[in-house]
């Protein structure tokens, strides 16, 4: 446990197995990653973001003082190095990293894994993916409003998608992600606020996208034990698998993604 920051945390796999999520706490920072798949099946996306949160809190450590954003391109190097992947092949994570300095508390999302700010749940997010005009993404959603569920068409738009996003990954114009460029981490959004804040929710998108579609405060998870906190997860779960086992209701690419969320407060 950090000294300057109280965290409490959580994960619910997807698949009820094996989670592609990572919660790392550092002596003074919390970092949160959710993986995704690459094309080179060489590098599994549990190794990607093992090594990836591991170097980014070494780093964090090490150096409690330097920008975020250097930090995260040092941790992306060191990755890559590591593992010996390439750009457009590699898997890849978004970032989420709080950091306590003296009096300060410094901010940075790459990727849609938010981080909400109390006492009025600002929110600090990265949606550029979102913003994209990718067809497939449009034509799948549609069809999930319309009821189609997740048959053999679906199937096909999903990898569709994965397509028409990959001339954009890491790219101007284009959305930044941890992957295989280590300058992504340079165009990360980042905050800095005061310590004084009293508290952070940290989530993957498995988590805030229900939330959001419930009008559930990220607040909810305020004095919640570890184990209150997983009784949080598994009613979302439980949720998207009892009342909208088909995405009718709140479309998205798979029944359950992996859920991760951690409530921080400072000390």
């Known amino acids: 446990m950090s000294p300057l920051l109280k965290v409490v945390a ?34 599994s996306v549990n190794d990607y973001v093992d090594h990836l949160a591991g170097a980014l809190v070494e780093v964090l450590d090490a150096e409690p003082d330097m920008p975020l954003p250097h930090a995260l391109a040092d941790a992306i190097r060191s990755t890559v190095g590591a593992l010996r992947v390439m750009p457009g092949e590699s898997p890849s994570s978004t970032v989420s990293i709080a950091r306590r300095r003296g009096d300060e508390v410094d901010l940075l999302v790459l990727g849609d894994s938010p981080i909400y700010i109390g006492p009025d749940s600002q929110l600090l997010t990265d949606d550029r993916l979102a913003q994209l005009d990718l067809p497939s993404r449009t034509k799948a959603n549609q069809r999930l409003r319309e009821g189609a569920g997740y048959d053999d068409v679906h199937r096909d738009l999903i990898r569709a998608v994965r397509a028409e996003q990959l001339p954009w990954l890491n790219e101007p114009g284009g959305y930044w992600i941890a992957e295989a460029r280590p300058e992504a981490a340079h165009h990360a959004v980042t905050r ?22 419930l009008d559930i405060s990220p607040a909810v998870g305020l004095n919640c034990s570890a184990t209150g906190l997983i009784d949080f997860l598994e009613q979302l779960h439980g949720w998207e698998g009892e009342r909208d086992p088909d995405a009718h209701a709140l479309p998205r690419f798979k029944r359950h993604d992996d859920k991760t969320m951690a409530v921080v407060t400072l000390s």
């Open 10 to 43: 959580a994960e619910r796999p997807g698949n009820g197995t094996t989670s592609e999520d990572r919660i790392r706490v550092g002596r003074n920072a919390v970092v949160v990653l959710d993986g995704a798949s690459g094309s080179d099946t060489r590098v």
């Open 192 to 213: 800095t606020v005061s310590a004084t804040v009293p508290w952070l929710v940290m989530l993957t998108d498995g988590v805030d996208k229900p939330l959001r579609h």
